[in-house]
């Protein structure tokens, strides 16, 4: 590191308005996403109901944004590019904020770091244009054109070249702007959208009409696909003045990484940690590991209970009430889950579909998930691949198998089972695999895997409605901690004794546990307690104590349910068909994994050529 001599005075300079700007410059436009955030933002502040944007070379090149919103007047242009001017607020009250920009930086900051041009006209008055060129602004002179604002931005970081070094490819630059773009039109789905780049067309969402909930519903099917539509569960829920909606995809739709989650706050599109966090608790044992669930959420709240000035791109949010806001999240995932019954994802079906026909015919949509769904090693083995070629075998005298693989049920022909939602059970194969016909199809069933999860949910309304017992040390652990480490841990303690954790404070920063969940007998009290003030630190609540417990829950429902390899009668098997119709969560499995598969009559039919 280099230091100043001790004996020499360092002088303190006003850095000139060009080079502040840069620096301003760095921390709001990281790459040409950046610059097409901050822009379309504008556009949505001036009541923009249709919004198009170019871009070449990724956006290094040329980010021109064309909006029909109220524009500006020629008096308002030059104003515009200076620093911290702005009409979204008066200063008064920097947390009454209702638009997406409020801090007058972007422009003047494009302007610092590339070739900006600005022309606009207001209702009732003349088009103008105003340039920037190496951070001066040059003379407004009048221009033609519609109401509205047209920005044009060329050369993007010319002024600093360094900043190009880290840019990435043309293509990954591309796809960082696409993404922006589909961000900001889930969050507004009454304004169209077009994205084009190098002339081609890239992106298009044409405004939507009707109540919110069928235009979001109608936006999210366009951006995000119809797969994601039909396979998610609408959220409404409203708590301590926030209010969530939004649609939630189902465990058995889920994700190898987090690409398909996406959260807004007053509209505002943020990646919070709370929020994230809140997200995963809320399919907290319903999904595989290594997956992640789909989700797009809104909450909405009065901007005084949510400072959204913690972030240079305003990517970042503090509620005034993070326990309020996460545990909303947290609750209504998991009750709309729970609404969601016996109910699977479609995919699932589609991919089971693909099972019987060539690799080269399959749907995009079961591809993905065939490509997405990975299940262990223990669901591979206890699998049926129906194209794997069968064994040639001597054929036995009786001209049946000598140990028959499955086992056929008597077809009532006043079987009312058939009407039900999974169907009535025709026959067992393999002893795991259930065969129950419906109104319009068939239905497969793990055995293994739905009775497990019904074992699972049975235990777990147990302990809820009973408690988890615990058990005393007979010396209690000592956890030397620091005072506020001290204070936080204690401060939950009442939601700690609920779960069976019984701790006390030991003087100074030290905390004494004296007893511990019953069912947990090798637990490490200490590096719990650690880990869940990592937790409270990180995200400001814990489910380390409960996710402990629902796993020995569920290895307790997993050595408790029907095993494979067991023979059922039919009433065994109808008995477990119309208990998961019951049964919250019985779609999926303890470790996320599809309990039964749908294939609909029709598409059966079109796989023996009788339908086209």
Not at 301 to 308: G, I, M, T
Request: glycine residues 8%.
């Amino acid at each position: 590191m280099t230091r100043h001599a001790p004996n020499i005075r360092p002088i303190i300079r006003q850095l000139d308005d060009a080079t502040a700007n840069r620096i301003a410059a760095g921390e709001v436009v990281e790459r040409p996403a950046s610059a097409v955030k901050e822009l379309v933002e504008n556009a949505l502040d001036a009541g923009a109901e249709r919004i198009d944007v170019t871009i070449d070379q990724g956006g290094k090149r040329l980010i021109r944004v064309s909006d029909d919103g109220c524009g500006m007047t020629a008096e308002d242009l030059p104003l515009a590019l200076s620093r911290h001017a702005t009409s979204k607020i008066d200063g008064s009250d920097l947390l009454a904020i209702n638009s997406f920009g409020f801090r007058g930086e972007a422009l003047p900051s494009l302007g610092a770091v590339g070739r900006l041009t600005i022309t606009s006209r207001a209702a009732g008055a003349e088009g103008a244009e105003i340039s920037v060129k190496g951070g001066k602004a040059g003379p407004v002179r009048p221009a033609a054109g519609n109401r509205g604002t047209v920005v044009e931005l060329r050369d993007l970081f010319h002024a600093t070249p360094a900043r190009l070094k880290f840019m990435r490819s043309d293509r990954a630059e591309t796809q960082a702007v696409t993404d922006t773009m589909r961000r900001l039109a889930m969050a507004e789905p009454y304004v169209g959208f077009t994205l084009s780049a190098d002339g081609r067309s890239l992106f298009r969402a044409d405004a939507e009409q009707g109540d919110l909930f069928g235009a979001l519903q109608a936006r999210l099917a366009q951006v995000m696909g119809h797969d994601f539509i039909d396979n998610a569960i609408p959220i409404d829920a409203e708590r301590e003045g926030i209010t969530l909606t939004g649609f939630a995809a189902l465990p058995t739709y889920s994700r190898g990484a987090a690409v398909a989650q996406h959260l807004y706050v007053n509209g505002r599109p943020v990646r919070d940690k709370l929020l994230t966090g809140a997200l995963r608790a809320g399919y907290m044992d319903v999904l595989a590991s290594g997956r992640y669930p789909a989700a797009v959420l809104y909450l909405t709240c009065d901007p005084q209970l949510v400072d959204v000035n913690v972030h240079p791109a305003k990517a970042e949010v503090r509620f005034r009430d993070p326990s309020a806001a996460r545990s909303l999240v947290v609750s209504a995932l998991r009750h709309a889950l729970a609404n969601a019954g016996h109910r699977a994802s479609s995919t699932v079906g589609d991919a089971t579909l693909a099972a019987f026909q060539p690799e080269a015919s399959q749907p995009s949509s079961a591809r993905r998930y065939q490509m997405e769904y990975r299940p262990s090693a223990t669901a591979r083995r206890a699998s049926f691949d129906l194209q794997a070629p069968v064994p040639a075998s001597p054929a036995p005298d009786h001209g049946f198998a000598e140990t028959p693989s499955a086992r056929f049920e008597e077809t009532a022909k006043d079987d009312s089972q058939v009407q039900a939602p999974l169907g009535a059970a025709r026959a067992q194969i393999h002893e795991n695999y259930i065969i129950a016909q419906t109104e319009d199809g068939l239905v497969i069933v793990d055995q293994h895997a739905a009775h497990e999860r019904l074992v699972y949910e049975r235990l777990k309304a147990q302990a809820d409605n009973n408690g988890i017992p615990s058990q005393a040390l007979l010396i209690p652990e000592i956890v030397e901690l620091s005072e506020s480490d001290a204070t936080r841990i204690l401060s939950i303690r009442d939601e700690l004794a609920e779960l069976g954790l019984i701790i006390e404070a030991f003087g100074g920063g030290a905390i004494a546990i004296r007893e511990t969940p019953a069912m947990l007998t090798r637990l490490d009290g200490p590096a719990l307690i650690r880990d869940i003030l990592d937790d409270l630190s990180d995200q400001g609540a814990s489910d380390r104590l409960r996710a402990r417990i629902d796993a020995v829950l569920s290895s307790m429902a997993c050595h408790g349910s029907v095993r494979s390899g067991r023979r059922m009668s039919a009433e065994e098997m109808n008995a477990l068909l119309r208990e998961m119709e019951r049964t919250p969560k019985s779609g999926q499995c303890n470790h996320g994994r599809p309990t039964w598969v749908k294939l609909r009559l029709s598409d059966i039919e079109r796989l023996f050529g009788r339908r086209d």
